[in-house]
């Protein structure tokens, strides 16, 4: 049996793989909606966040301050290696009692730290997706559990410079488009013109 938060990262997992593996190397230098971060870096991040999360999943330290260039390290096979490390990831929160309790030193309820890892595996893909015109539809449930978490922690994101401030909403914003403005980005950008 798993925890709820690993059902929510495996199927964040399986909506953000097929647009990974679909990432063509030309593409790692284009911008991206998060506006510090072309597509090279965000990924570094991302795999940051991955690894990084399934130590506090096990109660474990995870140091934050260095982002590691793991696209470098590990050359052509960095796509191969993000999808392992993203099963590692599912599978730390996946271990019963993993989302009970006090995680690492954030001092963060463990549901609330395992939502934070399901927030970066569902809005970093939309932004490798908007940076390279590829498709992405984020799982449904784990949008309904992320709803929540921007709205709780906005304010201390916020002030912690992880989120920008609330984007302005389209005019007839999905609920998707709805979190993202909550993060600060733009739900409507697009690629600038080559």
Do not use: I
């Amino acid at each position: 049996m798993t925890t709820r938060t690993g059902e929510l990262l495996a199927a964040a997992r399986d909506r953000a793989l097929p647009l990974v593996h679909a990432l063509p190397d030309e593409a790692l230098e284009a911008p991206t909606p998060c506006a510090e971060y072309d597509v090279r870096n965000l990924l570094n991040h991302l795999f940051h966040v991955v690894v990084g999360f399934q130590a506090l999943a096990a109660r474990e330290e995870a140091d934050f301050s260095v982002t590691p260039d793991r696209l470098a390290e590990y050359g052509d096979g960095w796509r191969a290696r993000f999808e392992e490390e993203t099963e590692l990831l599912v599978s730390a929160w996946a271990v019963p009692g993993a989302d009970e309790g006090v995680a690492g030193s954030m001092n963060l309820p463990a549901r609330t730290v395992g939502a934070m890892a399901l927030l970066d595996l569902t809005v970093h893909p939309w932004d490798l997706a908007r940076a390279t015109g590829l498709p992405y539809t984020p799982d449904a449930e784990g949008l309904r559990a992320l709803e929540e978490l921007v709205a709780a922690m906005g304010p201390t994101a916020r002030k912690m410079g992880v989120f920008g401030e609330p984007a302005p909403m389209p005019a007839g914003a999905s609920a998707f488009e709805a979190l993202l403005a909550g993060t600060g980005r733009d739900p409507r950008w697009s690629r600038p013109e080559a």
